[in-house]
């Protein structure tokens, strides 16, 4: 069936989309959410970036060809022989230790210590979409609610277990939305 593409194809082309967007996108959220939640100092900065800009407003290597590379992405971010403090949620780390390189490939610069998106033609078509998403929503629930842990709780917990595409939540936590004092 070279070249045709069969009703089980499709299924799986649905299925696969489904997940890529979904799991990624939604649990990106969860953690985002939750670690403000425990850095209540971030939120703040958050809100204060937003209304200060808005102001009211090649390395070449060889790989034969059909070889398998499965890059692990998630210590590319978290050595600690690349980052200062790769366990710790400061965001603003990906601005102070920039190490973007010219990358011909994406056409841009690259930090190849940090790929949530994958890097070269197989990377996430729908980085476009999902970061302006994922940055606007944070950007909105920051900016009018102080998100907290329920009464009680000092923090949210924060332990992962593997999923087939991201880390998600071992255990699921309620979260309090107070709204910011206009
Ligand atoms: C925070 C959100 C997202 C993250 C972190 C993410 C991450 C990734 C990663 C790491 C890959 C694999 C790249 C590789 O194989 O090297 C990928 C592929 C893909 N993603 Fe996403 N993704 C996100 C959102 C989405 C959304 C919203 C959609 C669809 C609406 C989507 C559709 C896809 C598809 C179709 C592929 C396969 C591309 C290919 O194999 O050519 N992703 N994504």
Not at 12 to 27: D, F, K, P, R
Request: with cysteine; aromatic share 10%.
């Amino acid at each position: 069936m070279r070249g045709k593409i069969s009703e089980e194809n499709v299924f799986y082309i649905v299925e696969n989309i489904n997940v890529a967007e979904i799991e990624t996108t939604l649990w990106s959220m969860e953690w985002a959410i939750a670690e403000l939640v425990n850095h209540p100092t971030v939120q703040q900065k958050i809100r204060d970036e937003i209304s200060t800009v808005l102001k009211g407003k090649s390395v070449i290597t060889q790989i034969p060809k059909e070889t398998k590379v499965v890059v692990n992405a998630w210590w590319l971010a978290n050595n600690p022989a690349w980052w200062n403090h790769p366990n710790e949620f400061r965001p603003e780390q990906f601005l102070e230790e920039d190490g973007g390189t010219e990358a011909a490939v994406a056409g841009g610069k690259v930090d190849f210590r940090y790929l949530p998106f994958g890097i070269g033609r197989r990377s996430c078509p729908e980085i476009i979409l999902a970061l302006p998403i994922l940055g606007l929503v944070i950007a909105k629930l920051v900016s009018n609610f102080n998100m907290q842990a329920p009464p009680g709780e000092g923090k949210v917990d924060t332990s992962e277990k593997g999923g087939q595409f991201s880390l998600h939540f071992a255990k699921h936590s309620t979260v309090v939305f107070k709204l910011v004092a206009a």
